[in-house]
């Protein structure tokens, strides 16, 4: 037995010393159930071996560990992670970037970088949150809620009075 422990240590190494290691150390998102990330518990993942180039509708929570290329636009949450890279447009609920994204991001709520986020592009958000670390150029547009809620109550008025 003490063999196969001795092979399997080695593997180990080796797995460790090819790996492409970072100065940065891996971001670990986890969401609780009354999270402002798990708006929807359905998550739909592109992995890292994926490049997706075109548009991203849907209602699903979204994960990103690869490349996207066009246009993202969910009614949900969307989680980049560390080293993706994405050229897109991004819209969503909630938003959380740890990886690389060229491209304007607007929520719902709240926008969250990561100590390994690099944005370029406007953000448009009611929250916003900049870890240290992250780098950021471009606009910040802050949404207040209580415009939200006088949008709202404008048009309960106007469909009252139709």
Same mark, same amino acid.
């Given at each position: 037995?003490g #063999?196969?422990? &001795?092979?399997?240590?080695?593997? !180990?190494? @080796?797995?460790? +010393? /090819?790996?492409? %290691?970072k =100065?940065?150390?891996?971001v670990?998102?986890?969401?609780?159930k009354?999270?402002?990330?798990?708006?929807?518990?359905?998550?739909?993942?592109?992995?890292?071996?994926?490049?997706?180039?075109?548009?991203?509708?849907?209602?699903?929570? #979204?994960?990103? &560990?690869?490349?996207?290329?066009? !246009?993202i @636009?969910?009614? +949900? /949450?969307?989680? %980049?992670? =560390?080293?993706?890279?994405?050229n897109?447009?991004?819209?969503?609920?909630?938003?959380?970037?740890?990886?690389?994204?060229?491209?304007?991001?607007?929520?719902e709520?709240?926008?969250?970088?990561?100590?390994?986020?690099?944005?370029?592009?406007?953000?448009?958000?009611?929250?916003?949150?900049?870890? @240290?670390?992250? +780098?950021?150029?471009?606009?910040? =547009?802050?949404?207040?809620?209580?415009?939200?809620?006088?949008?709202?109550?404008?048009?309960?008025?106007?469909?009252?009075?139709?």
């Amino acid at each position: 037995m003490g #063999l196969f422990k &001795k092979d399997e240590d080695i593997k !180990k190494q @080796e797995a460790i +010393s /090819n790996s492409k %290691v970072k =100065n940065t150390p891996p971001v670990k998102t986890t969401y609780t159930k009354n999270s402002p990330m798990s708006h929807n518990l359905s998550e739909s993942v592109i992995s890292k071996e994926l490049i997706i180039s075109g548009e991203i509708t849907g209602t699903s929570n #979204l994960r990103i &560990k690869g490349t996207v290329e066009g !246009k993202i @636009e969910l009614k +949900s /949450n969307v989680v %980049v992670e =560390n080293e993706s890279k994405i050229n897109a447009d991004i819209k969503g609920n909630n938003i959380e970037i740890s990886g690389t994204v060229e491209g304007n991001i607007t929520a719902e709520d709240k926008i969250t970088l990561n100590e390994t986020a690099i944005v370029v592009g406007n953000i448009t958000c009611r929250s916003f949150t900049v870890k @240290e670390g992250a +780098s950021f150029e471009g606009n910040i =547009n802050m949404v207040h809620s209580s415009s939200k809620e006088q949008k709202n109550k404008g048009e309960t008025q106007k469909s009252k009075n139709l």
